[in-house]
């Protein structure tokens, strides 16, 4: 069981620092903006939003870490079952999440320099952190918030 919690950590470490960079804020609003008293006066709009979004970013970055843990589980299933193909890894190359679980399970069987190797000869570097779909076409943002 531990076993499973450390790779859940080691698969999301970002995801995991956004969220606990978001409680920090939410703590920092709470204790020294006293958000509850603001809140408590007199309810609109945009209030509700804002708390709402105070609440459901770091649950949004967690269900990432979840899926960032399951890609992490097929790739080394992938991997383990017909040892190292770079068809298994290509689906994760769009994102730095999606490469970091797999450099876990690559490096979990011993395939981590094959599994570097292949994303540098890919152009992935370790700057690159916002998925390729967002730098493509930005508008995906707004288009998945609002639409």
């Known amino acids: 069981m531990s076993f499973k919690i450390i790779f859940y950590l080691k698969v999301g470490y970002l995801l995991h620092i956004i969220t606990v960079t978001e409680l920090l804020f939410s703590f920092f609003l709470l204790y020294l ?9 007199d309810v609109t709009p945009i209030k509700i939003v804002a708390l709402c979004l105070v609440v459901l970013l770091p649950l949004i970055a967690q269900s990432d870490a979840r899926s ?22 290509k689906p994760f190359l ?4 999606q490469r970091d679980a797999a450099k876990v399970a690559a490096d979990e069987l011993g395939m981590l320099s094959q599994c570097l190797q292949y994303f ?3 152009g ?17 943002l707004l288009q998945e918030i609002f639409g």
């Open 120 to 122: 540098k000869s890919n």
């Open 33 to 41: 903006l006293d958000i509850p008293s603001w809140g408590a006066n």
């Open 94 to 97: 769009k994102s730095s999440c």
């Open 68 to 89: 960032r843990y399951q890609n992490y589980k097929l790739i080394k299933d992938h991997l383990y079952i017909h040892g190292f193909k770079t068809r298994i890894l």
């Open 124 to 140: 992935c570097r370790w700057y690159h952190l916002v998925p390729d779909i967002v730098l493509k076409k930005p508008s995906v």
